[in-house]
């Protein structure tokens, strides 16, 4: 992908590199408004390459462990939790 993905872009490639089951837990967690927008952000999308959803994953990964946009410890904690997870799906 080359040109720079905005913030609720970025949110829809890392909620597609969760996996289904994950994302409709995070999905749970969102009111209706919400899941249309970010569903149109994903419809939308088409095709992204291995480099951006690797970059998009690390920075999240970032964001947690400094705590960046209200994610603290727990954050933390919660990612490292939810990992070994992932792997199975």
């Known amino acids: 992908m080359s040109r720079k993905l905005t913030g609720p872009e970025r949110a829809a490639v890392l909620l597609m590199n969760l996996g289904e089951e994950?994302?409709?837990?995070?999905l749970l967690n969102l009111d209706d408004r919400e899941i249309q927008n970010i569903g149109n952000?994903?419809?939308e999308l088409g095709d992204v390459d291995l480099e951006t959803m690797d970059s998009i994953n690390k920075d999240f990964y970032n964001m947690v462990e400094s705590?960046?946009?209200g994610l603290g410890k727990g954050g933390m904690d919660f990612l490292k939790w939810t990992q070994p997870r992932q792997q199975k799906f």
Not at 22 to 26: D, F, M, T
């Open 22 to 26: 994950i994302a409709a837990k995070v």
């Open 41 to 43: 952000y994903i419809s």
């Open 67 to 69: 705590g960046i946009g």
